[in-house]
């Protein structure tokens, strides 16, 4: 009788195993970059559906990828550090199949770039955006020196639009 039980749940774990795997699909691919061809290690990728996220992925060292996925209608995108993301919609994951979906980055380029730090000495404190007109607060040394205060948290209130409260 013991026996019949185990062979009885071995039969359903394998029905219900079968089910769960064919009725899942995976979309796979390669990420490249577009001048050179060379593969992107690390790239983000994002599936979702309808606006919802569904899954994320990573490349590998070859810049391969596999996301497993139930069958619909998919949107990607892809990212990596210094690349314009790339969207793909529309992307058909079909019951039980595998849809391979290759995709090349294009080299970004930056245009809101926000810098900071200290230049020859002086304390620069710049404040850069391309819809705003540019400003910054240069301090030397000999005018450091000369102000009231020690205190770090005062000395950057001096800046435009910053102020210290204590």
Known sequence: MKKF???SWLIWFLFFYNITIHSQTSITGK?????????MIAAN??????????QGETTDIDGS????????TYDM??????YTTQQVKG?????GQSTKVDIQMDAGIFD???????????LLIPIIRQDENPSI???EPERIKKLPTRNINELSSMAPGVSFAQ
């Open 65 to 72: 990828y596999s996301i497993r996925v139930d069958a619909g």
């Open 137 to 139: 607060l240069k301090l």
């Open 91 to 95: 992307v058909m994951a079909i019951k």
């Open 45 to 54: 990728i994002v599936v979702t559906k309808n606006g919802n996220f569904i």
């Open 5 to 7: 039980y185990a062979i």
């Open 77 to 82: 995108e892809v990212s990596y550090t210094g």
């Open 31 to 39: 990420v490249t970059d577009k001048n050179s061809g060379e593969e």
């Open 112 to 122: 809101n770039l926000e810098w900071g730090g200290f230049y020859h000495g002086c």
